[in-house]
């Protein structure tokens, strides 16, 4: 039997998931430092740097944010840009960004711009290893972009499936608001 326990406090929100009282699954939302880390913004780049392969760009934040660049990129001032967050803002320094998107799902992280399917080093059982790479390769049409993780062990096709899809819906919307 499942149950869910949730307890909210003024700094946080923990949400427990229990299968025949043992812990699947823990949640901590902090409330009072609002992470950014993996947050997706539009952004506009105000000042490009190419000296040190660089652009700031404005999300909204106190500071401008640092996206380092491609020695191929063709980024310019005043141009809107989709980033998400890697690293928060510390001190002087602003927020650093990143221009290749990932989405984290419970089984998997999707990132739409890399081509390849990886698995986590820790799965280290070489039949589990290639039924999961089998099967992310069969549940998705392109099957790319896709990283395993730790938690897909043992886990099913639909499972697996399920995942791919609500990353891949989640990323079409992200495309979308972007584009309006």
């Known amino acids: 039997m499942k149950k869910i326990i949730v307890e909210c406090l003024i700094s946080s929100h923990k949400t427990a998931i229990l299968e025949d009282d043992k812990l699947i699954e823990l949640l901590i939302e902090d409330n009072k430092n609002s992470k950014k880390v993996s947050n997706i913004y539009r952004g506009i780049v105000k000042k490009v740097i190419p000296g040190i ?6 999300v909204g934040f106190e500071k401008l944010a640092y996206l380092q660049l491609d020695k191929d990129s063709n980024i310019k001032a005043g141009q809107d840009i989709l980033v998400q967050v ?7 320094k602003g927020a650093k960004l990143n221009t290749e998107i990932s989405l984290a799902g419970r089984y998997l992280v999707y990132i739409p711009a890399n081509d390849r399917i990886t698995i986590s080093n820790k799965i280290s059982d070489e039949k589990e290893r290639f039924r999961l790479k089998k099967i992310a390769k069969s549940v998705s049409e392109d099957a790319k972009g896709l990283i395993i993780r730790t938690e897909a062990v043992g886990c099913t096709k639909e499972d697996l499936e399920a995942d791919i899809n609500e990353l891949k819906e989640r990323y079409k919307e992200i495309l979308k608001e972007y584009k309006l």
């Open 53 to 58: 392969q660089a652009c700031f760009v404005d």
């Open 86 to 92: 890697n690293k928060e803002e510390v001190g002087t």
